[in-house]
């Protein structure tokens, strides 16, 4: 069985052009290398075989992406889920302690940057098989005063933030949170069942899921406030986390949130799905030209295929699909991976797509949530645009679903957050519409004036709410990967804004 730290043992590149770089840089002196047809998947047959016989498991595949963490060279991981190969069982945890990792620790002589404490560890939470898979950067010889959280996309893992960790663990007195959804990644994957009857109860079941489990997470480590950063999917759970349980954020950011924007399609009682969307470019969409300087400004609409509609409705993922196809999966995905992942250098593009494909390919979980969030195009059943003027309104107080609080003769005397800031991150050529961004900066400054307007003076000094549409430039949906260098100055900019905000709320 391989072992964390352990690579892929001679398997070829997945994407043709680097495939094509090392037959022939392999090649005998004078061979003419054939030209490269990447076509859409560009996994080779045998090649693909390969992969799925040698069964990479995801802590060898998350190891491997960490490894190229600046001034990290051996990430910790620990083993207690996903340790070996997918099976018919789906992927095992274990409380054995021998399989926990022992943090890392990098030196002010070998990181510029440091001391500091790099750890991999799974949380546990209540319940059966509940855990969450955490990878955290602390800062040593220093007091932790305030806390980065970041969660990843549909499908994604946290090791898709790998050139991030090192930038934004740099700030004094900060800790840094990456952590993979409940069902997703390398965290514990229970059987998704939703007991609801009625649509929207469908709905606020199906996020609570996710966001009941990271309220847990949150009080297990004792944190009390922090800044949450959710991309795409994640950006979605982080608006209906600070609905459910408002008081814990000092900032929200989005990056490219999934959900924002009104589909009549997609919240009617039927549900019929929408006839066109620009999700597809998700997987069709070659992020080479995504950060050139020649990239279209907006991706062209698509189609969203019938057969596709039929498996959405029939809560068929994605993975299922690579999970059945055996063999032939590792291929399948490379159609998606040799074009989100075309614009890395070769090792950490191979790294990427190993690792998404023993993601996807254990056994299905939190993935299923997504028909009863999402209708196909990326078109929420309960729209974002509805409810995220209520983020930092809400009454704090234990809320049953993520649902804005209306202002009633009742609730006048409780006590209310006093605004917090939201920051709505886009890639210049992302296939999520930016237009939502700016729609729902509106909908929330509207709120904020309605709420000054009869806000006492204590309350007026202590409001703290703004909203802003930020653009990554040369980037696509994944901002933080694509432009990674704007993302991580953006982050920075943002997370000092949160001490002076402190500061000046301390003074009052």
């Known amino acids: 069985m391989a072992t964390a730290g352990s690579d892929a043992g001679g398997q070829k590149p997945m994407l043709a052009r680097h495939r094509a770089k090392d037959d022939a840089s392999n090649a005998p002196t004078g061979h003419v290398p054939p030209r490269a047809q990447p076509g859409y998947f560009p996994l080779g047959y045998k090649e693909g075989f390969s992969q799925w016989w040698a069964g990479l498991s995801p802590a060898v595949t998350e190891h491997k992406v960490l490894s190229y963490v600046p001034y990290l060279q051996k990430p910790p991981t620990h083993t207690q889920t996903g340790s070996a190969p997918p099976s018919v069982k789906g992927m095992d945890m274990s409380l054995d302690t021998s399989k926990e990792a022992k943090p890392v620790r990098t030196t002010s002589i070998t990181d510029p940057y440091g001391p500091r404490q790099w750890n991999s560890e799974l949380v546990q939470l209540s319940g059966k098989n509940r855990a969450l898979n955490e990878f955290s950067v602390t800062r040593l010889d220093e007091p932790v005063e305030n806390n980065l959280v970041m969660l990843h996309g549909y499908g994604a893992g946290l090791g898709f933030f790998y050139k991030n960790f090192e930038a934004l663990s740099r700030l004094p007195n900060w800790k840094t949170y990456a952590l993979d959804l409940l069902g997703m990644g390398r965290s514990s994957r229970p059987a998704f069942r939703i007991h609801a009857k009625d649509r929207e109860s469908k709905i606020k079941e199906a996020e609570s899921w996710f966001i009941d489990a990271l309220e847990e997470w949150r009080i297990k480590r004792g944190i009390d406030k922090m800044i949450l950063l959710g991309h795409s999917l994640g950006g979605y759970m982080a608006v209906a986390y600070a609905l459910k349980y408002p008081g814990h954020l000092n900032k929200l950011i989005l990056a490219s949130p999934v959900g924002i924007p009104e589909d009549p399609y997609a919240v009617s009682e039927e549900l019929p799905e929408p006839g066109e969307s620009t999700m597809a470019n998700e997987f069709t969409q070659s992020q080479d030209t995504t950060t050139s300087k020649t990239a279209a400004a907006k991706p062209p609409p698509r189609k969203t295929p019938k057969w596709l509609n039929t498996l959405w ?147 007026r000094r202590r409001e703290n709410g703004d909203a802003k549409v930020t653009i990554i430039k040369k980037a696509g949906h994944h901002v933080y990967l694509d432009g990674a260098d704007q993302f991580n100055e953006e982050m920075l900019g943002e997370m000092r804004d949160v001490e002076r905000r402190q500061k000046r709320l301390k003074a009052l």
């Open 313 to 459: 409705d029939a809560n068929i993922s994605p993975f299922s699909i690579v999970r059945l196809a055996g063999p032939i999966g590792p291929r399948l995905v490379s159609g998606w991976t040799s074009r989100r992942f075309s614009h890395l250098p070769e090792e950490e593009a191979q790294a990427l797509h190993d690792y998404s494909y023993s993601l996807f390919r254990q056994r299905g979980s939190g993935e299923y949530a997504l028909a009863y969030i999402l209708a196909p195009g990326a078109f929420a059943r309960s729209p974002l645009i509805r409810r995220i003027q209520g983020v930092g309104r809400q009454i704090i107080a234990p809320h049953a679903e993520a649902t804005v609080d209306e202002t009633t003769k009742q609730s006048v005397d409780r006590v209310r957050e006093t605004g917090i800031p939201v920051v709505l991150m886009y890639g210049e050529h992302d296939w999520m519409d930016v237009k939502g961004g700016h729609a729902a900066m509106e909908s929330m400054e509207a709120e904020k004036r309605k709420a000054l307007a009869g806000a006492s003076q204590e309350d």
